[in-house]
């Protein structure tokens, strides 16, 4: 088990290990998933594509060029009402 301190505003650091486990590098995005027994889940953010944003790339409203991969997925949550 890792033991955080937290500073007196209220900030924490994290050792490399544990961003390393949780595959977290600089810039990257945390989620906290607060659990009503005072506990948190804590992982990676990972950003997912839309169905609005699949759509506007067909409308040429970015220059984003996309994968197949993207596109089957992208169609895939849309479908799925994920998007």
């Known amino acids: ?8 505003r209220g900030q924490v650091t994290f050792r ?3 961003l390393q486990h949780l595959g977290i590098k600089p810039g990257d ?4 998933d607060l659990l009503p027994d005072g506990r948190g889940i804590l992982k990676a ?3 997912t594509g839309t169905i609005d944003g699949f759509i506007g790339l067909l409308a ?6 996309a994968t197949l991969e993207e596109i089957n997925e992208a169609a895939a949550q849309g479908w799925a009402g994920q998007g």
């Open 29 to 32: 995005k945390i989620e906290l």
């Open 1 to 8: 088990m890792t033991t955080l301190t937290v500073t007196a």
């Open 60 to 65: 040429g409203r970015t220059r984003k060029v």
């Open 16 to 18: 490399k290990d544990v």
């Open 45 to 47: 953010a990972r950003s």
